[in-house]
């Protein structure tokens, strides 16, 4: 039996159970740290699709794919409740995923709302993957909130292989941001929506360039939230560990050799944990063109 079939049996979801975090790449780590932080006695399990990163790439298809075996097998290693924490998965698959999974699944989607309540000069930027721009998903959200608010989109090309590389700062890299940022600026943009999760990785270089012009949309804080309300809905808030026991570490994997992915927790979330290479089949992984990109 493959991990994909074994991952369709339902669980017996329990408190003790991890909490499962799904991302293409590094990204999901910036919600892994507002997770960490708000829900600190939470077991958490972490999947890196880095072989196939940059979903922004592929076809609507292949993400579709992909999501569903890397939450499958999320599933089978025990995870009681899902965060799909990238921007671009949920945006083409979360509904279809939901309807496979026997487990709490909590998407993130580009903070548009926040940003047209915060708004002042009623020009905000939204940098994101170009799957998730032109995504339904996207078009509606900005249906609903964006109202009297101009939102400016930017397809984030060449930023999710940069930070892959584990390059939050080289000089290619701020050339590439600025390019993306100063039309925002000259529009009067005061907002910018981090419409990926990798990007808050970028907050240090992005305040380089713009300074306080621009107020940063992260969600990763109100995902932690959202999470804690469903696992408070369900019974499965982690007990406290007893006197004398620590926290749980996080369990990291990657489909790709997670070199990258172990210097980037330690790098920037201080986390210092082996990382397991692992093997996720899918449909679309055994067609030539599945080939990293
Ligand atoms: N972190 C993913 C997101 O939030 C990156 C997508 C990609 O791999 O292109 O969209």
Redesign the pocket.
């Known amino acids: 039996m493959t991990s994909t079939e074994a991952a369709v049996l339902p669980p017996l979801a329990a408190a003790h159970m991890p909490v499962g975090i799904f991302?293409?790449?590094l990204?999901?780590l910036s919600v892994l740290r507002a997770v960490r932080t708000l829900l600190p006695d939470e077991a958490i399990v972490y999947a890196a699709d880095s072989l196939y990163?940059?979903?922004?790439?592929r076809d609507d298809d292949f993400i579709a794919d992909r999501t569903l075996a890397v939450c499958q097998w999320l599933v089978a290693q025990g995870a009681k409740a899902l965060v799909v924490?990238?921007?671009?998965?949920t945006s083409q698959a979360i509904s279809m995923v939901r309807e496979k999974l026997p487990v709490p699944l909590i998407g993130?989607e580009p903070g548009i709302k926040p940003a047209a309540l915060q708004s002042k000069t009623r020009v905000a930027g939204v940098l994101?993957?170009q799957?998730?721009l032109r995504s339904a998903r996207f078009q509606a959200l900005l249906e609903r909130y964006a109202a009297d608010c101009r939102f400016l989109c930017q397809p984030g090309h060449g930023l999710?292989q940069a930070i892959e590389r584990c390059d939050v700062g080289s000089a290619e890299l701020r050339a590439l941001l600025d390019g993306y940022l100063q039309p925002m600026l000259d529009a009067g943009a005061d907002t910018l929506v981090l419409?990926?999760?990798?990007y808050p990785f970028l907050d240090t270089l992005i305040r380089d360039i713009v300074g306080d012009r621009l107020e940063l949309i992260d969600t990763s804080v109100a995902i932690a939230r959202q999470l804690e309300r469903i696992l408070d809905q369900q019974g499965l808030r982690a007990a406290p560990p007893a006197p004398g026991e620590t926290p749980p570490l996080p369990r990291l994997h990657s489909t790709s050799d997670g070199a990258h992915l172990r210097q980037m927790a330690s790098s920037l979330l201080n986390l210092d944990v082996p990382v397991e290479q692992v093997l996720i089949p899918s449909r679309r992984t055994a067609a030539p063109d599945s080939l990293p990109v």
């Open positions: 991302d293409s790449g990204g999901g990163a940059p979903y922004g790439e924490a990238c921007n671009t998965a993130v994101a993957t799957v998730t999710v419409g990926c999760t990798h």
